[in-house]
């Protein structure tokens, strides 16, 4: 017995985990998707994950498999059976099976299928140590903030960065630091921290969402604008953020070591008032 995951309004073993490779996701990467951590078997930003899977659907006309709350409690049927008490929860929404043209099929239901990863969120031994990054330029589409499953662009973008060393790529694009490849980016200089503002140009990140609320509540400054990676490299800090990951601060940008290559203050603090918040009101 493996896992136990969702297709289609059924809970069933990994193992007789099916979908047809007529799905639209697989075919032409016609999908959206969220992944919602969990802290203490409960999940974290539920109700935001579930905002911006509607605005994803919207932006590409998919219809809902089911109703939010019905979504949530799959999330938590899942986080149950399969005893997550850290981890994340992935799910996604595809348009569905279809004989294969390029067009929106008529009357075909989307798919949904979910699946839990157990995987240690709090006690990160990298948010000690720091993270490497290495840059690289942004080849991917235009509509960045739909969380869509074509993801080859940032494939090849974590590749290039882990056969780099590193643990994450920064995506450039008419010189300025667009976002990681799985992850929001962010530097801090003079205790403000810069980061990109949201557009069609980047993804709308959760945790981005939760940390420049709670960063309103500090005396950390927030200055929402471009930044170029030659910023980036004379930064006091820098790090990034994602559901999987929190806050993760970042070292050494393309072999220039930040903070004397040591985590700073500001992503430290980041970190620990967000998991703080994210343990107060998980659901
Ligand atoms: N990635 N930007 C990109 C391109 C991402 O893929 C992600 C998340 C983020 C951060 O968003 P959030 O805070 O909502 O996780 C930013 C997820 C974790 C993934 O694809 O696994």
Request: proline fraction near 3%; hydrophobic fraction near 40%.
């Given at each position: 017995m493996?896992?136990t995951v969702y297709?289609?309004g059924?809970?069933?073993?990994?193992?007789?985990?099916k979908?047809?490779?007529?799905?639209r996701?697989f075919?032409?990467?016609?999908?959206v998707?969220?992944?919602?951590?969990?802290?203490?078997?409960?999940?974290?930003?539920?109700?935001?994950?579930?905002?911006?899977l509607?605005?994803?659907?919207?932006?590409?006309?998919?219809?809902?498999?089911?109703?939010?709350?019905?979504?949530?409690?799959?999330?938590?049927?899942?986080?149950a059976?399969?005893?997550?008490?850290?981890?994340?929860?992935?799910?996604q929404?595809?348009?569905g099976?279809?004989e294969r043209?390029?067009?929106?099929p008529?009357?075909t239901?989307?798919?949904?299928v979910?699946f839990?990863?157990?995987?240690?969120?709090l006690?990160?031994p990298?948010?000690?140590t720091?993270?490497?990054?290495?840059?690289?330029?942004?080849?991917?589409?235009?509509?960045?903030d739909?969380?869509?499953?074509?993801?080859?662009?940032q494939?090849l973008?974590?590749?290039?960065a882990?056969?780099?060393?590193?643990?994450?790529?920064w995506m450039?694009?008419?010189?300025?630091?667009?976002?990681?490849?799985?992850s929001?980016?962010?530097?801090?200089?003079?205790?403000?921290?810069?980061?990109r503002?949201?557009?069609?140009?980047?993804?709308p990140?959760?945790t981005?969402?939760?940390?420049?609320?709670?960063m309103?509540?500090?005396d950390?400054?927030?200055d929402e604008?471009?930044?170029?990676?030659?910023?980036?490299?004379?930064?006091?800090e820098a790090?990034?953020t994602?559901?999987?990951t929190?806050?993760?601060p970042?070292?050494?940008?393309d072999g220039?070591?930040?903070?004397?290559g040591?985590?700073?203050p500001?992503?430290?603090?980041l970190?620990?008032?967000?998991?703080?918040?994210?343990?107060?009101s998980?659901?």
């Open positions: 493996g896992r297709v289609n059924a809970y069933v073993d990994e193992a007789d985990a979908v047809s490779i007529f799905d996701a075919l032409f990467g016609d999908g998707y969220e992944v919602t951590s969990v802290i203490d078997h409960e999940l974290v930003d539920a109700d935001a994950h579930v905002e911006r509607d605005r994803s659907l919207r932006e590409l006309g998919m219809a809902w498999p089911c109703t939010p709350d019905e979504l949530v409690a799959m999330h938590s049927e899942l986080i059976r399969n005893d997550i008490d850290e981890g994340v929860v992935y799910m929404v595809t348009r099976e279809a043209d390029f067009h929106f008529a009357d239901p989307t798919s949904l979910a839990t990863q157990k995987r240690g969120l006690d990160n990298k948010a000690e720091g993270v490497k990054v290495v840059s690289m330029p942004d080849i991917r589409w235009q509509r960045r739909i969380k869509s499953t074509a993801l080859l662009a494939v973008g974590k590749q290039a882990v056969e780099n060393d590193a643990y994450e790529g450039i694009e008419d010189g300025h630091v667009t976002e990681g490849t799985s929001s980016a962010y530097i801090v200089k003079d205790g403000t921290v810069i980061t503002p949201l557009s069609n140009a980047i993804l990140g959760v981005r969402r939760t940390i420049v609320q709670l309103a509540e500090t950390v400054t927030l604008r471009l930044f170029t990676i030659e910023e980036a490299y004379a930064a006091d790090f990034l994602s559901a999987s929190f806050v993760l970042i070292v050494d940008i220039r070591l930040i903070g004397g040591k985590p700073g500001v992503a430290r603090r970190r620990d008032i967000y998991i703080q918040e994210a343990r107060r998980s659901t």
